[in-house]
């Protein structure tokens, strides 16, 4: 008799972390400009809601902030996020900084800064973005224009010279 309500006991506890809205652990990782925790650019949207729930409409809360995922045709489209949580294996994230570094001249820009294939300060609907921009998937930035608008984009904001925010899309359509 002992025997049967523990397993009666056991199988409650597990029936009630389930039913509870109990989600998988999320990770801490920010693989760059593709994936944090376990959401990532084209993954099922099904299978996003089930880890995470139905998306809220000012977003997941997540780490002290907020996680927004976009979805289109059934897949993650973009993801934006502003939390500190989520690092590279070298560490950065929100918060880091990115040096400058030396100008390079273009013929559109006579000192163009450049980082990890980034290009700092595009312009953006007609002003500088105050942010870091890549377009495309190559290691190095695509023009910022609308014949790559369907190309994959990502941003990273920065305040006072720090990473304040970043976002990933499969494609900008403005």
Not at 37 to 43: E, R, V, Y
Not at 75 to 85: D, G, K, L, N
Request: charge should be positive; proline fraction near 8%; hydrophobic fraction near 35%.
């Amino acid at each position: 008799m002992t025997r049967g309500w523990a397993t009666l006991l056991a199988v409650a506890v597990v029936g009630a972390a389930c039913s509870s809205g109990s989600r998988r652990a999320d990770p801490p990782v920010l693989v760059p400009w593709h994936k944090i925790g376990d959401i990532g650019l084209g993954n099922p949207q099904k299978r996003v809601v089930r880890e995470y729930g139905k998306e809220p409409e000012f977003g997941y809360r997540r780490h002290g902030s907020r996680v927004y995922v976009e979805f289109a045709e059934g897949r993650v489209s973009a993801i934006r996020f502003s939390t500190p949580y989520y690092r590279t294996k070298s560490g950065f994230g929100v918060g880091s900084r990115i040096p400058l570094g030396p100008c390079h001249r273009t013929p559109t820009n006579p000192c163009e800064h450049r980082w990890h294939g980034f290009v700092w300060n595009e312009w953006v609907r007609e002003k500088p973005c105050n942010c870091w921009t890549k377009v495309g998937p190559g290691k190095q930035s695509l023009p910022v224009s609308g014949e790559n608008f369907l190309k994959p984009w990502f941003f990273i904001d920065v305040r006072r010279g720090r990473v304040s925010n970043f976002y990933f899309a499969s494609r900008c359509v403005d």
